[in-house]
């Protein structure tokens, strides 16, 4: 049955919230993710070969261990944000944002009339049938998020058009492939790509929409955080697995 959504009230208490990104697709490891205290997981529907039953038992597993669960969808099409929904996700990340358009196909998709054109079905998402749909309609309208990412050179022009969007809770930066959009390819952390994304963090708050950084080198947290940014990314389970093998191998091998 879809739960409250803790991550949306953490954001509006004001409070500082972690997420990691998973790439392995595995129900194990997002259960070990929620046991290892993040606040939100992005399941990732884009670059993983991810089948519908292990997406519908990855989110069960992120509600077993009460880590909220969000699954990056590899487009804004309704169909593929609707079986993404209807495994019982807290909320969608939608990448490649890059118009105000697609931000509204994003948010109508993921929300029940009035506020969208979201198709109806029960099944799990209503404890198969213990909330009457009208209830569960508005508990889905009000706990779902709609996470935006901007990872485009097009995006970052439109952005006070697309943060003008009702319902968005909150947007994403995606540096690699900004990086790659402004004539850079992989250098993350190029003037150009972190110009781009200071113009993010600064439209969001203009908006008063939630900003949430990657930092991907140990002096960019900081600087966040003296910007009073509340989410972090904090990279994905592949790589932070692997260099923790790595060293635990190292360790042996001194």
């Known amino acids: 049955m879809l739960q409250t959504n803790p991550l949306k009230r953490a954001l509006a208490a004001g409070k500082t919230v972690f997420g990691l990104l ?25 670059h993983v070969c991810l089948n519908p039953e292990t997406l519908e038992n990855m989110v069960r597993a992120a509600e077993c261990a009460g880590v909220t669960s969000l699954v990056r969808v590899p487009s804004a099409a309704p169909d593929v944000i609707l079986r993404a929904l209807d495994c019982g996700a807290q909320g969608i990340v939608v990448p ?4 105000a358009a697609e931000a509204a196909q994003a948010v109508a998709a993921s929300r029940y009339a009035p506020l969208g054109t979201r198709g109806i079905s029960g099944g799990r998402t209503t404890g198969f049938g ?11 309208n009000s706990e779902i998020m709609v996470v ?4 485009d050179r097009e995006g ?4 006070e058009a697309i943060l003008s969007v009702a319902g ?30 200071e113009k993010i963090a600064a439209s969001c708050r203009r908006h008063g929409i939630p900003f949430c950084a990657i930092p991907r080198v140990p002096e960019q947290a900081g600087a966040w955080k003296a910007r009073d940014v509340q989410a972090y990314v904090l990279g994905d389970d592949r790589g932070v697995s692997f260099r923790a093998i790595k060293a635990h191998l190292a360790t042996f091998r001194q």
């Open 96 to 99: 490649y944002v890059r118009t």
């Open 22 to 46: 998973n790439s392995i697709p595995s129900p194990l490891l997002v259960e070990m993710i929620g046991y290892a205290g993040f606040d939100f997981v992005i399941l990732d529907m884009e």
């Open 148 to 151: 935006a990412m901007i990872e």
């Open 156 to 159: 970052v022009d439109n952005l």
């Open 168 to 197: 968005l809770d909150m947007v994403l930066e995606g540096a690699i492939d900004l990086s790659q959009s402004y004539g850079v390819p992989g250098q993350a952390q190029h003037p150009i790509v972190q110009d781009a994304i």
């Open 130 to 140: 213990t909330l009457d749909l009208p209830t569960y309609f508005a508990r889905a």
